[in-house]
């Protein structure tokens, strides 16, 4: 079994719509999550960081932790063109910081 | 304030040579990370500092790998022999480190093309 799974995608989602981005861990000792968003030919940009389980919302961004199911999710509303770029999920726990291996979300104008 | 920062951005060089790449981390930020990404793939561990000790090197693939932080700051990841497979974009984030909640913040990486 993979340590963190992660639909490579493409995601499609209009503008306007909620995109939901997903992955599922493996190492239960994780005790904290991240997200991060990856333009092509860039390097990764911290978008959210959550360790209680539950939901913590940023603007736009709604990140959910569910240490039980060991999932954690990212909830994008009112995406924008811009918000098209490759979204890695990671954590940290036994080991230090595990990246998934990326979902490619394209928002269509 | 300024954000990490990588030297060279790309570096080309040939089968079997020695390859240095530097990492300055933001200003402050006891913890420092290295990684390496490949097309397609999410970042993939090296090493952690936290001052000038490795406190975790379990990433580093084989000797050919080296990578220090003298004086707790700038940090150089040092590659030996080098071979085709080592191409890659390699990566460097640091954090202020606070428990479990070391936010990490990337530089622009370091793109290694070994011919």
């Known amino acids: 079994q993979k340590e963190v799974e992660q639909n490579s995608g493409p995601l499609s989602v209009p503008e306007g719509a909620i995109a939901s981005l997903n992955c599922t861990y493996s190492?239960?000792?994780?005790?904290?999550f991240f997200w991060y968003r990856q333009y092509s030919g860039k390097s990764p940009e911290l978008i959210m960081s959550?360790?209680?389980?539950g939901d913590k919302e940023d603007g736009r961004f709604t990140a959910q932790l569910n240490k039980a199911s060991q999932y954690v999710s990212l909830l994008i509303r009112d995406s924008q063109p811009s918000d098209s770029a490759t979204y890695l999920c990671?954590?940290?726990?036994?080991?230090?910081?595990?990246f998934g291996t990326g979902t490619r979300l394209k928002v269509l104008a | 304030g300024a954000g990490v920062s990588q030297t060279p951005s790309n570096k080309v060089t040939e089968k079997g040579k020695y390859v240095e790449l530097r990492c300055d981390p933001i200003?402050?930020?006891?913890?420092l990370y290295w990684y390496r990404q490949s097309l397609g793939q999410g970042p993939e561990f090296l090493i952690y500092?936290?001052?000038?000790?490795?406190?975790?090197d379990s990433g580093l693939p084989n000797d050919r790998f080296f990578a220090v932080r003298p004086e707790g700051s700038v940090s150089t990841l040092k590659i030996q022999r080098t071979e085709r497979g080592d191409s890659a974009v390699y990566l460097c984030?640091?954090?202020?480190?606070?428990?479990?909640?070391?936010?990490?913040?990337f530089g622009p990486g370091t793109r290694l093309t070994v011919l």
């Open positions: 990671g954590f940290s726990g036994t080991y230090k910081y595990i």
């Open positions: 959550i360790y209680s389980n």
């Open positions: 200003s402050g930020h006891t913890a």
């Open positions: 190492d239960r000792v994780s005790q904290s």
């Open positions: 984030a640091s954090s202020s480190y606070y428990g479990e909640r070391d936010e990490q913040f």
């Open positions: 500092f936290q001052g000038t000790g490795a406190a975790d």
